[in-house]
């Protein structure tokens, strides 16, 4: 791993395979049917061919696959676009060097025009929360106006920041776009993004192996959104920890702090609309944009 990788969090799981995955899956979503939007890890210092090449070949027949796109290899990228197993396509901000700031940075203009032609859906990880990317993301819609998209992490926040509403207003009025609660942890942004969007462009996102760490967002106060976990991970800066890790304590894994997010979002709504919302939000938005 470069150093860069090593101090996200994502090295935690230097490897992730299928079979750990279904036994995550036994673990989490006992007694349910569940089937998998499956991608590579998005950092550098493993082979994103083979990688693409492990899921495509491997994955269980009812799962679907999101290319990891490589800017560097444009050839590459839009070729795989055309495998029949592909349903989306994630390219990400901090795999190029410097890290991106901005989305044709990493998501490069003649991949989204190949895209769009077929209409893959994107994956789009803001480089920064919504409120800072809206001009950038803005633009990718204007330059690409049939191109689906969806906004993992519900536009990258954790909590409700100044601005997040007028954003997501914005943003609702392109039905292409998507968003999904990977990790989000905020009943205020799940039910903003569910009242603004509607529940038929909201879709349920594990983030998988991630949601295996524990930890719980905060405000620091000079460097903004922050996890901090009780565990002192290798990635995490000793003097934030030092200072900040009591707010751990106790604290449970990720996929329960979304997942608990969720369900009282979905109890803010009228009785008669619950059901529904949730078959939406975990099953028929995400079986309707990428195929399943």
């Known amino acids: 791993m470069t150093e860069k990788t090593s101090r996200h969090m994502l090295s935690t799981f230097p490897s992730f395979t299928i079979e750990e995955s279904q036994k995550i899956r036994e673990l989490f979503y006992l007694g349910k049917r569940v089937r998998y939007l499956r ?9 994103h061919r083979m990688a693409n090449e492990y899921l495509l070949t491997q994955s269980p027949k009812e799962d679907r696959i999101a290319l990891f796109g490589l800017p560097e290899d444009i050839e590459y990228t839009t070729s795989m676009l055309h495998h029949p197993r592909v349903s989306a396509l994630k390219m990400y901000y901090s795999y190029v060097e410097p890290t991106a700031t901005a989305i044709y940075q990493f998501f490069r203009p003649e991949i989204l025009e190949v895209a769009q032609s077929l209409n893959i859906p994107i994956i789009l990880h803001l480089p920064r929360p919504i409120t800072q990317s809206a001009d950038d993301l803005g ?95 290798h990635w995490v800066d000793p003097m934030e920890h030092a200072t900040f890790g009591h707010l751990a304590v106790g604290a449970i894994h990720c996929h329960w702090l979304s997942m608990e997010a969720l369900r009282l979002a979905v109890s803010k709504f009228p009785k008669r609309q619950q059901d529904g919302l949730k078959r939406r939000v975990f099953c028929e938005n995400a079986q309707r944009f990428y195929g399943f």
């Open 139 to 233: 633009k990718l819609v204007q330059d690409f106006p049939h191109l689906r998209v969806t906004l993992a992490h519900l536009g990258l926040t954790k909590v409700m920041i100044p601005g997040l509403e007028i954003a997501y207003r914005r943003f609702s009025k392109y039905p292409q776009i998507m968003m999904d609660t990977a990790l989000c942890p905020s009943t205020e942004v799940v039910e903003a993004s569910l009242r603004i969007f509607g529940d038929d462009r909201i879709m349920f996102g594990s983030d998988e192996p991630l949601h295996l760490i524990r930890s719980r967002p905060y405000i620091h106060p000079q460097k903004g959104q922050r996890i901090i976990t009780e565990y002192p991970y």
């Open 39 to 47: 991608f590579p890890k998005t950092f550098r210092g493993i082979n």
